[in-house]
């Protein structure tokens, strides 16, 4: 994938690249803070959440994590798992299954299309992993603007969930 400034490059991640992952993850709260969006992260950046800090180096280390690149630096992270989270309340695929457990990328690279770049490359993972359904889960609130953004990276809806009184939305893409 091309830009005016470079390539996207995907790589393997690992705890290297938490501290990495962390800062994308507090600019993302900052940025959706900023336009508004209170409700999906938050207003707590995750380096100051109790668990922040150590869910990221659990992302890292105990899953499929994976890095992309421009010029060298990280400008985005993805996280593939066997399932969802554990701690969520998403019922089992009941096949197997790679799901999407994290997606974020720099907010200072926006539109440069990485975050659809990792989702190809996670379409990609579960190909060669010979799997044939990839999922996600998402925050359904602030219009559903985030759902449409998993429907144009050839998602489609399957269920809806309640995560306290966090709006959730699962959406799986079959993969051939």
Request: contains cysteine; proline residues 7%.
């Amino acid at each position: 994938m091309e830009d005016t400034a470079g390539t996207i490059r995907i790589r393997p991640g690992g705890p290297a690249d938490a501290q990495a992952v962390l800062d994308m993850l507090d600019g993302a709260v900052a940025w959706m803070n900023a336009r508004g969006n209170t409700e999906q992260w938050g207003t707590t950046p995750f380096s100051r959440k109790p668990d922040g800090p150590q869910r990221v180096r659990r992302y890292t280390s105990e899953n499929s994590p994976f890095v992309a690149e421009l010029d060298g630096s990280p400008v985005g992270a993805l996280v593939l798992g066997l399932g969802p989270d554990p701690s969520m309340p998403i019922a089992p695929a009941g096949e197997p299954e790679r799901y999407v457990r994290l997606l974020v990328s720099d907010r200072r690279h926006a539109g440069l299309g990485v975050g659809a770049a990792l989702l190809a490359h996670a379409v990609e993972q579960t190909r060669h992993a010979r799997v044939g359904l990839l999922r996600v889960d998402c925050w359904a609130g602030g219009g559903g603007a985030l759902v449409a953004y998993y429907e144009r990276n050839g998602f489609v809806r399957t269920d809806t969930f309640l995560h306290g009184d966090w709006p959730g939305q699962v959406l799986a893409r079959r993969v051939e």
